[in-house]
């Protein structure tokens, strides 16, 4: 199947997909700020460049766009019909450092939280997803991870 817009058109359109500052990271850093946590950017010193790093409490936050990075079973984790051989190698390429950083992390003592942006589409979600880190971030628990169906520990 050959691509609906000129090379040109799709490599401009690729481009504006921004990789940090997302419109479902701001909202959670914003409900997160509002709440009393304070945190650092995409910390250069820490593995990964986590999107939000909170030092007092030894946890790294990632807001993962489930199309990018494959959340199972979202209805938003779907694959272009072109060139379908490279989307799913440069996907199984993202899961898999995904994976490597989440546990380089975990293994140098941070604690690990996602939230997939199927969690952060309405006020309501941003909300309660807020509501949950906060309980977490103030806890041991080490790993959760928040999307559109509720919250789990893997």
């Known amino acids: 199947m050959t691509d609906i817009v000129d090379k040109q058109t799709r490599s401009r359109m690729m481009a504006g997909i921004r990789g940090k500052d997302t419109k479902p990271e701001l909202a959670l850093r914003q409900a997160l700020h ?3 946590f304070r945190f650092r950017l995409h910390a250069k010193n820490v ?3 986590p999107d939000l790093v909170f ?3 030894r946890a790294v936050i990632f807001v993962h766009g489930c199309f990018w990075h494959r959340h199972e079973g979202c209805r938003y984790t779907t694959t272009p019909a072109t060139r379908p051989e490279f989307w799913q190698a440069k996907f ?3 899961v898999a450092r995904d994976s490597a950083v989440r546990t380089t992390l ?3 003592g941070w604690r690990v939280a996602t939230v997939w942006e199927c969690a952060l589409r309405k006020p309501g979600q941003v909300a309660a997803s807020a509501e949950f880190l906060s ?3 103030v806890s041991d628990e ?3 991870e928040i999307g559109e169906e509720g919250t789990r520990s893997p």
């Open 34 to 36: 509002a709440r009393g």
């Open 47 to 49: 593995h990964g460049r």
């Open 55 to 57: 030092p007092k409490h």
């Open 92 to 94: 199984e390429t993202n």
């Open 106 to 108: 975990l293994e140098s």
């Open 135 to 137: 309980g977490w971030l």
């Open 142 to 144: 080490g790993q959760i």
